[in-house]
């Protein structure tokens, strides 16, 4: 059966309804929402792909210019619409997601008028190379994140060890005032187990610390939250928050809100799992959901080094 123009109209209207649903879809309360949200970054190019492609396919009969034409002004209202009204749903707007779409859509339009205009090869393969490589470069921020997630999986119980790059994006720099953030880097200075530790330079003014994005691990089974501190200067109190995955945004009193002194020199933290789950004042922690931990400094303190390595949960 031969594709009419009512085909790639009913398709055009079934992808405009995925839009509907996928771009308006408040991602805030998942447990990953960094990789969704790149994935779903790299998903403008992929839409905006097929999307410009039918817009071109239902009005190319009524010549190449004018369908190029139409498809790049709908495409590009469309793209710029729907970041005007995401933040009225739960996203963002992101002049990031304009310039993919973008970039789609010229993949897309170039694409029509080369594979269905020319017969030369050099020109069918010089698109082919751009179409790879700009695909290559949209996917990889988002293939990032998910490759951390798999790490993270992999070497549960341990949380922390800070020997691959990937743990960058497991745990972050928490707290910014002034143009100023806390730092963190990978450091083979005071290593607790294998060849690096986690160097935390906090900021005063802030709460400022590192956050570890836990997904919904399930510490469950385990009897003790463990890590190592390396201290080099004054001694300071750590501030030490764990979340479940029960509420996106708990109050104080819906989540673990732990204290420790950390003495100058090597600190062993050891935190019982029960002492933990009991943290909420108004019912139990969920061990089976937690969502992230986030080891900070008070705001009126002063700026503080510190160095973390071997985090893990101990039977």
Do not use: C
């Not at 990789?35 to 403008?44: I, P």
């Amino acid at each position: 059966m031969a594709i009419t123009r009512q085909h790639y109209l009913i398709a055009l209207a079934f992808l405009l309804a995925l839009f509907a649903l996928f771009a308006f879809m408040p991602f805030g309360s998942s447990p990953d929402p960094v990789a969704f949200q790149k994935t779903m970054d790299a998903g403008h190019a992929f839409a905006f792909i097929l999307l410009s492609s039918l817009i071109y396919l239902a009005v190319e009969h009524h010549g190449k210019k004018w369908a190029v034409t139409v498809a790049a002004i709908v495409s590009i209202v469309l793209m710029v619409g729907i970041e005007l009204v995401q933040p009225y749903v739960g996203r963002t707007a992101s002049l990031a997601d304009v310039e993919v779409g973008l970039l789609g859509m010229v993949i897309a339009l170039s694409g029509m008028v080369v594979w269905r205009s020319s017969q030369r090869w050099l020109l069918r393969g010089a698109h082919l190379l751009l179409l790879v490589v700009s695909l290559v470069w949209i996917v990889q921020p988002a293939l990032t994140e998910w490759r951390a997630l798999w790490l993270r999986d992999q070497q549960f119980p341990l949380l922390g060890t800070f020997e691959d790059e990937l743990e960058k994006r497991l745990w972050l720099a928490s707290g910014a005032l002034h143009e100023k953030q806390t730092q963190i880097s990978f450091s083979q200075q005071y290593v607790g187990s294998g060849d690096h530790s986690l160097k935390v330079v906090t900021i005063s003014g802030t709460w400022s610390g590192v956050r570890y994005a836990a997904g919904e691990q399930d510490w469950r089974g385990y009897r003790a939250l463990s890590m190592t501190i390396y201290n080099p200067g004054a001694a300071f109190k750590l501030n030490i928050r764990i979340d479940d995955g029960i509420t996106a945004a708990p109050a104080y009193s819906e989540r673990y809100n732990g204290r420790v002194a950390v003495n100058n020199g090597v600190n062993t933290v050891l935190l019982p799992l029960d002492d933990i789950a009991a943290g909420p004042k108004s019912r139990s922690l969920e061990l089976s959901s937690i969502r992230k931990m986030v080891l900070f400094v008070n705001q009126q303190q002063q700026t503080h080094l510190f160095y973390l390595d071997d985090i893990r949960l101990v039977p």
